[in-house]
């Protein structure tokens, strides 16, 4: 496989799908919702990574799914897998393991089919405690990005960041890393501003200038409610774009699946079909987005109607 920095020069990369709620789905990752009010900020917000050392088969299984599909990037389930992240779910003694159990796995799985990419998220912290926690925050993320380096990934996707603010001590961490970062935030509740009150176009600026090098968006929202973003991105940089979105229906006043009553427990009655990842494959290859992949909701149809439509 040739570098991260080469291929989405040249083509539009397909990325993977969303691997937390479609475990979650076969059993093996937990919502939280037994126990508590998911997304309010108060419980422990579960969705971790642990079952990259607790059912390693089943997570093996996913990424083959994937590959399968047209994949040509894996990405090592360490989503939310900070100290902070699995310390508040019970696994704080465990964040080495963990980390560098799911890189092994991705790149067994990829051998020389795919690159492998480590996923790095917000901490949660400042949402919890803002942004006087920032410079926890990036304690907690500089410690994954060296526990994914050392564990050999190809490079860093940073996903599903809040607030810029935070997306910004993440890149400047990864840049101290010396991988290559992809950098997609999520916008939410609606799509014209992030958590820190910036827009798509800002965002993306800000992102590039830090060295990322691919912007963009992902979660949330279904490809058709995320393009409009995009595009804004798109006139506002020259670095490729990158985008991820979910799966899930969302309606005009509310465009973050995460914040609608169907989370988590009733996700399969706005699911979209995944003919709308052909439609986005379509797009992404004429208006030449960088990466494209998929988010929650994503699974391997999703991901082959994507990549047929965008290397047909
Ligand atoms: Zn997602």
Do not use: W
Request: one cysteine or more.
């Amino acid at each position: 496989m040739k570098p991260i920095t080469e291929l989405i020069q040249q083509t539009t990369v397909i990325g993977d799908g969303g691997y937390l709620i479609e475990l979650e789905r076969r059993g093996y990752v937990d919502s939280g919702s037994g126990r508590e009010q998911v997304g309010t900020g108060r419980g422990s917000g579960q969705f971790t990574p642990e079952v990259a050392i607790e059912q390693p088969d089943a997570l093996r299984e996913l990424h083959r799914e994937f590959l399968n599909a047209g994949a040509q990037v894996l990405q090592a389930l360490t989503f939310f897998g900070t100290r902070e992240k699995l310390g508040r779910a019970g696994y704080g003694s465990q964040v080495e393991e963990i980390n560098s159990a799911a890189v092994k796995l991705a790149k067994e799985v990829a051998g020389d089919k795919a690159l492998v990419a480590g996923s790095v998220s917000r901490t949660q912290l400042v949402e919890r405690e803002g942004m006087d926690s920032l410079g926890r925050a990036r304690d907690h993320i500089s410690e994954q990005i060296r526990l994914l380096k050392d564990a050999g990934v190809d490079f860093l996707i940073l996903e599903t960041f809040f607030h810029l603010a935070e997306m910004k001590v993440a890149l400047e961490a990864a840049a101290e890393s010396g991988l290559p970062a992809v950098a997609t935030m999520s916008f939410r509740p609606l799509v014209t501003q992030c958590s820190d009150g910036h827009t798509p176009a800002d965002c993306a600026r800000v992102m590039a200038d830090l060295g990322a090098i691919a912007v963009g968006a992902n979660c949330e929202q279904d490809p058709a409610r995320m393009l409009p973003l995009l595009r804004e991105m798109r006139g506002a940089v020259k670095v490729p774009l990158a985008a991820q979105p979910a799966a899930f229906r969302t309606t005009d006043e509310c465009h973050s699946f995460t914040r609608l009553p169907e989370f988590p427990d009733d996700l399969e009655s706005i699911q979209i079909s995944r003919q709308a990842f052909r439609d986005f494959g379509k797009i992404a290859r004429s208006e030449g987005i960088g990466f494209a992949g998929g988010c929650c909701g994503c699974n391997a149809a999703y991901i082959r109607s994507l990549a047929r439509a965008a290397h047909p």
